[in-house]
């Protein structure tokens, strides 16, 4: 077996399935431009928890245990679960695994979780490891805020490149083989397959400010774009999306100059290239730049691409989720952002 | 292709090796019953740095450049990056990849990380995906202490079942074939081959006491001892040695009277078990429960047991990182600690 496609990508020969889906979303995330399309809205963001993690992590283990569900399966069947969230100790994915209590690794990728998980969930079904993997990751605007920024309580000013945290979550359930059957919301026209994968490479320019993520994570987007196409001789316009997340507006710009700098055509890059930070709210949420949070891309995947492939209307994907894994501490030691993300390529029948 | 074994074992078909490995400790693990195993003993635990955690990720890097010269490689012969640590964002493998500049997958499993990066990077290597991959782990007991418990200014008193983070770090690189040359520190007599691994879940016995975490995380460990012995139809007695990390002092106890528990002879079980957080430090250390942290075990397999397997001292040994997964949140909001352990199988020739 010859997996490994030039530098960073593996290709998955055996073309895992995304079995089932699920994507839980916020009060603001509800009011967006997914309302219609996210699974689970929350009424209220401490979804009948007593803090703001223990309801993060609640709404990730709904978006497993849903996703579980619509793959026709018993959380007994799963193998192997990979997951992640922008938590210390990654306090969410613990105690949702505690609960699942299935064979669990924990990832930590920032904002990239959902395509590390799914990479990750990829490789194990293809090589035969396991049968159903689940992958999944979340993030909660509240415990983002307390932990990386200010107590909600002092109502800091938020500056015009700040994003805001998506209360998200979403899950897939991967498998050799689709055995989701019809009815209630299961989408069974189509299969999607994961066919291959690309593992980011760590890109820091040096950005130090930690509200201009965007700037920080497109040129690490924008690596790992380059090296899929190096890898598999593809160009951009191989796929008919291509969704990064979560750069933001201002990233999703900067991601675009960097690959015209690079020789693709802009107007053509237009047509097909959009960031899930710039989709999970409208500007005039009061968002600023944008989503961001492990739990956009996974909840814009899971809401709205995933669906558009299953009823057929995107065939060919790509998926790019970037992460800035600065930590609470390093730009107190004056580091700069490193940024990372990781690609995986969907086709649908 | 059939790898996967039982409800939790991966097989290892194409017995990926050991090719190259490396263990830094610090300057109290340097005094300790392994000061002529590691690799590079500190003079001094900020190695040169300005902050403690900068330490702890150079400690890291030094460990991993090491284990690829060791494997008579390159760092751009290198597929994949596997890496985790104790700080909050993974500070210490972040900066580390973005200084290595190798496609990077941060894992997050509290002390259990060895085994977990371990095991993905067998993964990746026995599936093809990947010919050379990186895995490792550190932790400082500087940074440990100010992130989770008190700063050390403040000289606070430690509980005698409290265990001492080590400031170490171990790393490995697993590959398809060992290329090693003879020559320096470089052991090539066997080669050390990965059979099987195991992927924990998480087990959770409702302790609160983030100062007993050995007892928190026995019984993890013995549930993955369990399950790979039932998955493998292997008994304690099939290994020379079974390695955990980091019990401790009283949490190897508990392990122990558990596995006698659930029927296995004690006396065996004492000649072939021990736990890597009572070797890494003599009790007059002033460690109290023995050592714990990421590089503990990391530091304890590629010091002294993978060298040990290397000689021929030892063939088959059985090796699970432990973690406790609680949050420096989750206390707070009443929440027990989760423990989880991952388990390797190896065999030398």
Same mark, same amino acid.
């Given at each position: 077996?010859?997996?490994?496609?030039?530098?960073?990508?593996?290709?998955?020969?055996?073309?895992?399935?995304?079995?089932?889906?699920?994507?839980?979303?916020?009060?603001?995330?509800?009011?967006?431009?997914?309302?219609?399309?996210?699974?689970?809205?929350?009424?209220?963001?401490?979804?009948?928890?007593?803090?703001?993690?223990?309801?993060?992590?609640?709404?990730?283990?709904?978006?497993?245990?849903?996703?579980?569900?619509?793959?026709?399966?018993?959380?007994?069947?799963?193998?192997?679960?990979?997951?992640?969230?922008?938590?210390?100790?990654?306090?969410?994915?613990?105690?949702?695994?505690?609960?699942?209590?299935?064979?669990?690794?924990?990832?930590?990728?920032?904002?990239?979780?959902?395509?590390?998980?799914?990479?990750?969930?990829?490789?194990?079904?293809?090589?035969?490891?396991?049968?159903?993997?689940?992958?999944?990751?979340?993030?909660?605007?509240?415990?983002?805020?307390?932990?990386?920024?200010?107590?909600?309580?002092?109502?800091?000013?938020?500056?015009?490149?700040?994003?805001?945290?998506?209360?998200?979550?979403?899950?897939?359930? !991967?498998?050799?083989?689709? #055995? =989701?059957? $019809? +009815?209630?919301?299961?989408?069974?026209?189509? @299969? /999607? %397959?994961?066919?291959? *994968?690309?593992?980011?490479?760590?890109?820091?320019?040096?950005?130090?400010?930690?509200?201009?993520?965007?700037?920080?994570?497109?040129?690490?987007?924008?690596?790992?774009?380059?090296?899929?196409?190096?890898?598999?001789?593809?160009?951009?316009?191989?796929?008919?999306?291509?969704?990064?997340?979560?750069?933001?507006?201002?990233?999703?710009? !900067?991601?675009?100059?960097? #690959? =015209?700098? $690079? +020789?693709?055509?802009?107007?053509?890059?237009? @047509? /097909? %290239?959009?960031?899930? *930070?710039?989709?999970?709210?409208?500007?005039?949420?009061?968002?600023?730049?944008?989503?961001?949070?492990?739990?956009?891309?996974?909840?814009?995947?899971?809401?709205?691409?995933?669906?558009?492939?299953?009823?057929?209307?995107?065939?060919?994907?790509?998926?790019?989720?970037?992460?800035?894994?600065?930590?609470?501490?390093?730009?107190?030691?004056?580091?700069?952002?490193?940024?990372?993300?990781?690609?995986?390529?969907?086709?649908?029948?």
């Amino acid at each position: 077996m010859k997996s490994k496609i030039g530098n960073q990508t593996i290709e998955f020969e055996k073309r895992p399935v995304i079995a089932g889906m699920c994507s839980v979303g916020g009060t603001k995330e509800g009011e967006g431009p997914l309302k219609d399309d996210i699974d689970i809205v929350l009424s209220d963001n401490m979804y009948g928890e007593k803090s703001w993690e223990k309801a993060e992590s609640k709404m990730l283990k709904t978006a497993m245990e849903t996703a579980v569900k619509r793959a026709g399966l018993e959380v007994s069947d799963i193998d192997i679960m990979f997951s992640g969230d922008l938590l210390n100790q990654l306090m969410s994915s613990a105690f949702m695994a505690r609960d699942m209590q299935v064979p669990f690794i924990g990832l930590y990728g920032a904002c990239s979780t959902m395509t590390q998980s799914m990479l990750m969930a990829a490789s194990m079904v293809n090589a035969g490891y396991a049968a159903n993997v689940l992958a999944g990751a979340s993030s909660h605007f509240c415990t983002a805020e307390r932990q990386f920024r200010m107590p909600l309580e002092h109502g800091n000013q938020r500056p015009p490149s700040a994003q805001w945290t998506a209360t998200a979550a979403g899950a897939v359930c !991967i498998s050799e083989k689709s #055995l =989701a059957v $019809a +009815g209630g919301n299961v989408i069974t026209e189509r @299969n /999607i %397959y994961i066919t291959e *994968g690309t593992i980011g490479k760590i890109i820091d320019t040096g950005m130090k400010d930690a509200n201009q993520m965007g700037a920080a994570m497109a040129p690490a987007a924008v690596d790992t774009l380059l090296n899929h196409f190096e890898d598999t001789g593809r160009s951009p316009d191989y796929y008919d999306i291509i969704l990064t997340g979560d750069l933001g507006f201002i990233g999703k710009e !900067i991601a675009l100059d960097l #690959l =015209a700098d $690079a +020789g693709y055509d802009k107007s053509m890059l237009s @047509n /097909i %290239y959009d960031d899930c *930070g710039t989709m999970i709210f409208t500007k005039d949420q009061d968002v600023h730049a944008g989503g961001s949070g492990c739990g956009c891309s996974a909840c814009v995947y899971t809401a709205w691409l995933f669906k558009k492939m299953k009823r057929g209307e995107i065939k060919r994907a790509l998926i790019l989720s970037t992460g800035a894994l600065l930590s609470t501490i390093s730009p107190f030691q004056g580091e700069s952002i490193p940024g990372i993300a990781h690609a995986i390529a969907l086709e649908s029948e």
